[in-house]
């Protein structure tokens, strides 16, 4: 199953995808490590959820090579399916069944993994166990999302803007989870547009703008690079790298 | 890793899903269960038995206002109702003169009897129980001018079970309400899911695209037995419908119908993307063999050019199979041809669900 010498999680280079006149993806390249959480940071429409939908074997590129945990969805996919855990943007799952009943049919897909009540206990949803989804709040409903992705045991977590529309306290609540899933060797790809996100949980952030990588390193490495006090009088953050790149703010295209 | 004692197939965690959200919905308990019944209720009541038909003749009450030969003559009017008032099978009614092409056209009265010497019969030829009124009226009015019959016949009324309209009938509204019920919740949930992103997540998922589908036709069997058993049960004990055939057989009829009606469902819901354009595919699917699959009346009413369509239609092939059943105690040999076209059917809608079947 696992490759001998598998250090890359995740490569893809020189990915296209356009969707009419539309580039949503314009050759970008990225090489995720085992073991790290990676970041795509950026605005709205920059192309992040395209790019992770590609690497999730959802989308198919126009053009690019995609290799995950050694393997490529071309060859591999029933094998790649049962080692990936993915959380999509905005699934609504079914809203007449409850968190343990949701879990049990996620669980039911997967050769392996944990059994429900330990589930339920990873993403401290023991107490929701018999509630309908649709009496769930966000952060719930979040973790729940999480719950199914986590349901396999996969070696690598895709995650499409886990904590938008969040409060603090949820969000807090779901990093921890996340960190405990990194703890015991699991491989993290989000996107988020939170720059606060990504410093906390990134151990590396790619920065995404027009379907390019215009930025890559730690979010310290970022920081740093920022030469002008003019643009820090307090501690530099990734909105400050954002915005010298490209003259705009990250949440600018927020609806 | 183990295989831990909680998980089962996924195809019965997704039929068990399925079932869930469907019993949780109040609405579809209601088109399921209550609506057959309702319907068969009020069927009885507007379709009692033929014995009791009624032939309703209204007497025009204002002599005077039509320049008719007879209508002058008031004596006439009180003779005509004298003459009818006695006659078991007819009730009169009063019709004013300026509402006569109304209650013909709304089927109040059968016939108007416009008093005079002789009187005037105004029907609508073309409506049978115009016609039979007629018939009716006449012939009480003549025996009570005096008409002396030269013989009368010997009168042996036969009664045979499951010759009535509404023994007729049931079968056919079991076989549509196989065929709605199956589509219209199949059809919404697939759509509903595709608008939640639902089925876009179980596509990321290692689920198997096949088992999905599947595991609708069978939770689909699960909610069928009820959804049988009521109106079956209904028209039995209730209307006096005979059940001639084995329930096993009646049992395997449905199962096949079921199975094709969820196949086309699940074709028609493999595209659309929005419950409006559900809707639509599925009204256009099902409304044309409301009419043409022998549901309210026979499909041999319709001419000889359209019967190879209509034999080809699955409703036609489940309602043809289920009265032969039900009414006449078919076995599943002698439907043999209706349930190899049913399967035919479920087979190849299946197919091209999978096929067609978008996931996100």
């Not at chain 2, 196989?178 to 179980?202: D, P």
């Amino acid at each position: 199953m696992s490759g001998v010498t598998e250090s890359h999680a995740v490569r893809c280079a020189a990915l296209h995808k356009r969707y009419g006149d539309v580039v949503a993806v314009d050759g970008l390249s990225l090489t995720v490590q085992r073991g790290e959480c990676f970041g795509l940071l950026g605005p709205n429409g920059a192309g992040k959820t395209t790019t992770i939908e590609i690497l999730e074997g959802i989308l198919d590129p126009d053009a690019g090579d995609v290799e995950v945990l050694g393997l490529t969805w071309r060859t591999n996919a029933a094998e790649l399916r049962q080692r990936l855990g993915i959380q999509l943007q905005d699934t609504q799952l079914a809203d007449k069944l409850t968190v343990a009943e949701t879990i049990r049919l996620f669980r039911a897909f997967y050769h392996r993994g944990q059994t429900v009540g330990e589930l339920l206990r990873i993403v401290e949803l023991e107490g929701k166990r018999d509630s309908w989804v649709n009496k769930l709040s966000g952060g719930q409903r979040q973790r729940l999302a999480l719950a199914c992705a986590l349901a396999g045991a996969p070696d690598l977590l895709f995650l499409d803007e886990p904590t938008t529309g969040l409060d603090p306290q949820s969000r807090r609540q779901l990093w921890g989870v996340l960190e405990r899933f990194r703890a015991a060797g699991g491989t993290i790809l989000l996107t988020t547009h939170y720059m606060d996100e990504a410093q906390v949980l990134c151990d590396r952030v790619a920065i995404v703008d027009h379907g390019r990588v215009i930025a890559l390193g730690t979010p310290q490495e970022l920081i740093a690079k920022l030469t002008a006090p003019r643009v820090v009088t307090h501690h530099g953050t990734l909105e400050d790298v954002f915005m010298s790149l490209t003259g705009r703010h990250l949440r600018d295209n927020e609806d | 890793m183990i295989t831990k004692t909680d998980v089962r197939h996924p195809i019965i965690e997704l039929s068990l899903a399925r079932l869930r959200e469907w019993v949780r919905e109040p609405e579809a308990i209601f088109w399921a269960f209550v609506f057959p019944i309702v319907m068969s209720v009020a069927l009885a009541v507007a379709f009692p038995g033929q014995g009791s038909r009624l032939v309703v003749v209204g007497i025009t009450s204002e002599p005077g206002t039509r320049n008719e030969p007879g209508t002058r003559n008031a004596g006439a009017a009180l003779k005509l109702r004298a003459a009818l008032e006695g006659v078991e099978a007819i009730v009169l009614r009063d019709v004013s003169a300026g509402n006569e092409l109304r209650v013909i056209r709304d089927g109040d009265v059968h016939i108007i009897v416009v008093p005079g010497d002789p009187p005037t019969y105004r029907f609508d030829p073309d409506r049978a129980e115009a016609r039979l009124a007629r018939l009716v009226v006449d012939e009480a009015l003549k025996r009570a001018a005096g008409r002396a019959d030269p013989w009368a016949a010997r009168e042996e009324p036969v009664v045979v079970a499951g010759s009535r309209y509404i023994d007729w009938l049931i079968p056919g509204l079991l076989g549509m309400n196989i065929m709605s019920t199956g589509m219209w919740g199949i059809g919404f949930s697939i759509v509903q899911a595709r608008l939640r992103k639902l089925l876009k997540r179980l596509a990321a998922s290692p689920m198997r695209r096949s088992d999905y589908l599947l595991s609708q036709m069978i939770a689909r069997l699960a909610f069928l037995a009820p959804e049988v058993a009521v109106p079956l049960g209904f028209g039995a004990l209730v209307l006096g419908m005979p059940v001639r055939g084995s329930l096993l057989s009646i049992a395997a009829v449905c199962v096949i119908g079921a199975f094709t009606f969820t196949g086309i469902g699940l074709l028609a819901a493999s595209r659309p993307k929005t419950l409006e354009a559900i809707s639509g595919v599925l009204n256009i699917t099902m409304v044309p063999m409301w009419v043409l699959c022998g549901v309210f009346f026979s499909a041999s009413n319709f001419p000889p050019a359209f019967q190879p369509v209509i034999q080809a239609l699955p409703l036609t092939a489940l309602n043809d199979a289920l009265r032969a059943v039900i009414l006449e105690g078919a076995t599943l040999a002698q439907v043999g041809s209706e349930l190899v076209r049913l399967a035919v059917w479920a087979v190849v809608t299946f197919l091209l669900a999978l096929k067609l079947f978008r996931w996100r």
